[in-house]
Nanobody, 116 residues
Framework: QVQLVESGGGSVQTGGSLRLSCAYT?????MGWFRQAPGKEREAVAH???????TYTDSVKGRFTISKDNAKKTLALQMRSLKPEDTAMYYC?????????????WGQGTQVTVSS
C-alpha cells in the first residue's frame, strides 16, 4: 500500500508562486498531480514517470514544473504565475501501470486558492 501526503497549499494573489510537496512511502511507475475545482471534474495537471519523462496539461505549460526526488521520497509541483483559474484542491497520485491509467493511490489533497 502506497501512502501519499501532500503539503504546501495556501492562498496567493495572481502572479504568485507556490510549491506543493507530496511525501510518499513507495514510488509507483508514474506519479502525478491532479486538481479539482468546485463544480468541475478532476483533471490531470502533470505527470512524471519512472524514467523522468514529464507531461503537463496545456493550461499549466511553462508555469508549473513537476519533479521527483527518489532519495527523499518526495514529489513536488512548483507553480509560478498563478491565475485564479488554478484555484482547486490539488491531489498527489500514483499510477502503477502508466501515466494514462487511473491512479491507484491518492493523497488527501491540499487546497490552492489564487485571488485576483
Amino acid at each position: 500500500q502506497v501512502q501519499l501526503v501532500e503539503s504546501g497549499g495556501g492562498s496567493v494573489q495572481t502572479g504568485g508562486s507556490l510549491r506543493l510537496s507530496c511525501a510518499y512511502t513507495s514510488s509507483t511507475y508514474c506519479m502525478g498531480w491532479f486538481r479539482q475545482a468546485p463544480g468541475k471534474e478532476r483533471e490531470a495537471v502533470a505527470h512524471i514517470d519512472r524514467f523522468g519523462r514529464h507531461t503537463y496539461t496545456d493550461s499549466v505549460k511553462g508555469r508549473f514544473t513537476i519533479s521527483k526526488d527518489n532519495a527523499k521520497k518526495t514529489l513536488a509541483l512548483q507553480m509560478r504565475s498563478l491565475k485564479p483559474e488554478d484555484t482547486a484542491m490539488y491531489y498527489c497520485a500514483g499510477m502503477t501501470d502508466g501515466c494514462t491509467q487511473t491512479p491507484r493511490y491518492w493523497g488527501q489533497g491540499t487546497q490552492v486558492t489564487v485571488s485576483s
